[in-house]
């Protein structure tokens, strides 16, 4: 069973919000499956049971295509701590205007070990909560993607 027509299947007689549908839409077009509907609001639901569904060949496409883009996720959360060590970066931010050079640097270097703790180290199993880092972090930067639309529900 390919991936489109799986989450076409679960997603039947659901109601949901314009948001919500252009959101797995967006997940669909980057070949990822989307997280179920756990919570109000939660992007981080697991696919297991989706995954589950699909053949080996097509198992293994998904969770490389978000393999793929949980690094681009944590190398444009580097790129954005990065901008810290500048002054100019750093004067976007409340209380980090007036610090000098050693101390902007510092700030850099425990926000991108926290990162790197969050998504933990590659090659090596992830823990939980690393796995629930990594799916936010993907669903966040897909979120962001689309048009956000003031009509709520069809």
Known sequence: MDLNRLVTINLLGKRMSIN???F???CLDE????PPE???GSLTG??????????PEDQRKARRKFRKLQRKAKKQQQQEIEVLRSKKGCSQFRGLNGLNRADRY???KDELARIDQEFGVPGKEPTRA???ARRQAVME???EKIPKTEVDVF
Not at 31 to 34: A, N, S, T, V
């Open 20 to 22: 919500r549908a252009m």
């Open 24 to 26: 797995v839409l967006a």
């Open 31 to 34: 070949g990822i499956i989307p």
């Open 38 to 40: 756990s919570r109000v």
């Open 46 to 55: 697991s696919p297991f049971l989706f995954i589950q569904q699909l053949s």
């Open 106 to 108: 510092e700030i850099v």
């Open 130 to 132: 690393q796995r629930r």
């Open 141 to 143: 930067a897909l979120w």
